[in-house]
């Protein structure tokens, strides 16, 4: 299991990858596996504003149909359009070309409610609850 070092994450199983006041949003490799093969992703809407813990997206797989939540507050700027077509790359690259969202961060400070890399593998480790 991946679990990139410099990305911060929720016990929900959404990484953030933090870009100045922006941040790229994608589940883990850990949550992917879990859902199996994911079948479609209904993305956010351009503009909208989100707050800490609002679902942001819809992932649907072979074995389940499970929200994804934003893990900080903000406005969604841009979404992964092409996962409409390919959901699958959720699963083939959840850090890379499977990202679901790009969040314009409202407040930077909440970054520090997430877990780091070695936070986020241990409770992987722990079954994920």
């Known amino acids: 299991m991946s679990i990139p070092a410099e990305l ?3 016990s929900d199983h959404e990484w953030l990858r933090v870009e100045g006041k922006t941040a790229v949003l994608g589940i ?3 949550a992917q596996a879990q859902l199996g093969d994911v079948v479609f992703v209904e993305l956010p809407q351009v503009g909208r504003t989100l707050a800490c813990g609002e679902a942001i997206a819809v992932i649907e797989s072979v074995k389940a149909v499970s929200d994804v939540y934003a893990p900080v507050a903000g406005k969604v700027i841009k979404v992964n359009e092409p996962l ?3 959901p699958e790359l959720v699963n083939q690259s959840p850090y890379g070309e499977g990202w679901i969202a790009v969040i ?3 407040d930077e400070s909440e ?3 997430l877990l780091d890399a070695v936070a986020y593998e241990k ?3 722990e079954g994920g609850h």
């Open 111 to 113: 970054l520090a409610n």
């Open 28 to 30: 883990t490799d850990f």
């Open 8 to 10: 911060k994450y929720s």
């Open 84 to 86: 409409e077509e390919s």
């Open 123 to 125: 409770l992987a480790a």
């Open 104 to 106: 314009e961060l409202a």
